[in-house]
C-alpha cells in the first residue's frame, strides 16, 4: 500500500524509439523523476512506438528503456503502465519485473479527490475502423499468434501495425474530439471521479467544472510533458527545462499547443 502522501508522474504517449535520440533524453527523465522524489510513475500509454508484453517482441530500445524501469523500481518507485493503442498484451509475466501494475485504467485517492486516468483511445466513438482494429489486434487470438509465430514474421506484423495504426488513428487525430472529450469527462463526473487524466491526442485540453477538472496529457514525445500529482491532490504540468505550464498559463496557451501536433 502505498502512503498517503506519495508523489506521482504520469507522462503520456513518450514513443520511445520513434525519433533519433529519443532513448537518451527517456533516461534523463526518469533519472529526474527519481531525483524528484516520485514515489509513483504512471506511464499513460504508448511508451515506447510499440510494446507487446512478450520479449520476443523487444529490440535493443526496448531493452534498455524498461532496464530503466526496473532499476526505478528497485530504487523503490511504484511503476505503472496505462495501456495504449500502441501497447499490446502489458499483463504478460515477460514485463513483470518492469512494471508493478497494468491496466486500462488507474485510479487512485489523492488528497481526499478521486483520480481516474486512462489512454484516451476510446474516448472518440465515432472511430469506428479504429473500434474495430482494437477489437481485433488485442483479442484472445491475436494473444495467441502473438505468442506462437514466428519471431521474425512476428515483428513484420508488429511494425506492420505501425502503418495501420496511423491510418486507422489519422482522421480523429487532427482534430481534438471536443465534444467526446467534454461528454466523455461529465461522465467520469457523475460517476464520482475529481480529476480524470488522458493521452493518445497529444496536444493539452482542459475542462474544469467547478473543483473537478479533465486533462489531455500533452504527449511527452513532443513537449517533455509531465504531469505532477502531489499528495495533497494538487496537480501540476511542467514541460521540459522545469518550467510550469498549467497551474500559471493563461488559457490561451492551449491553443498555441494545437499547432505543435504532427506525429502522433
Ligand atoms: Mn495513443
Not at 64 to 83: D, K, N, T
Not at 164 to 188: G, Q
Request: glycine share 10%; aromatic share 10%; charged share 25%.
Amino acid at each position: 500500500m502505498l502512503a498517503c502522501c506519495v508523489l506521482r508522474a504520469v507522462l503520456a504517449d513518450l514513443h520511445v524509439g520513434q525519433v533519433p535520440g529519443d532513448l537518451d533524453r527517456f533516461l534523463v527523465t526518469v533519472a529526474g523523476l527519481e531525483r524528484r522524489g516520485a514515489g509513483e510513475v504512471v506511464f499513460l500509454g504508448d511508451l515506447f512506438r510499440a510494446l507487446v508484453g512478450f520479449s520476443r517482441f523487444w529490440d535493443a530500445t526496448v531493452h534498455r528503456g524498461l532496464e530503466e524501469l526496473a532499476a526505478l523500481r528497485r530504487a523503490g518507485v511504484r511503476v505503472v503502465m496505462v495501456e495504449g493503442n500502441r501497447d499490446f498484451f502489458l499483463d504478460a509475466p515477460d514485463l513483470d519485473q518492469f512494471r508493478d501494475v497494468s491496466g486500462n485504467v488507474h485510479s487512485f485517492v489523492a488528497g481526499g479527490r478521486r483520480f481516474l486516468l486512462e489512454h484516451g483511445d476510446l474516448v472518440n466513438r465515432r472511430d469506428r475502423s479504429y473500434l474495430f482494429w482494437r477489437a481485433v489486434s488485442k483479442s484472445s487470438p491475436a494473444r495467441l499468434w502473438a505468442r506462437l509465430l514466428p519471431r521474425r514474421l512476428a515483428q513484420r506484423i508488429v511494425f506492420g501495425t505501425e502503418a495501420r495504426l496511423k491510418e486507422t488513428n489519422f482522421t480523429y487525430r487532427r482534430k481534438l474530439p471536443v465534444a467526446e472529450l467534454t461528454v466523455a469527462a461529465e461522465r467520469h463526473f457523475a460517476a464520482g471521479v475529481d480529476v480524470v487524466l488522458w493521452g493518445h491526442f497529444h496536444r493539452a485540453w482542459k475542462l474544469e467544472r467547478g473543483r473537478r477538472e479533465a486533462h489531455v496529457v500533452p504527449g511527452w514525445l513532443e513537449t517533455g510533458a509531465v504531469v505532477w500529482i502531489n499528495g495533497d491532490g494538487s496537480l501540476a504540468i511542467e514541460a521540459e527545462r522545469s518550467e510550469q505550464i498549467v497551474d500559471s498559463a493563461p488559457g490561451s496557451w492551449y491553443q498555441e499547443e494545437d499547432s505543435m501536433g504532427k506525429v502522433r
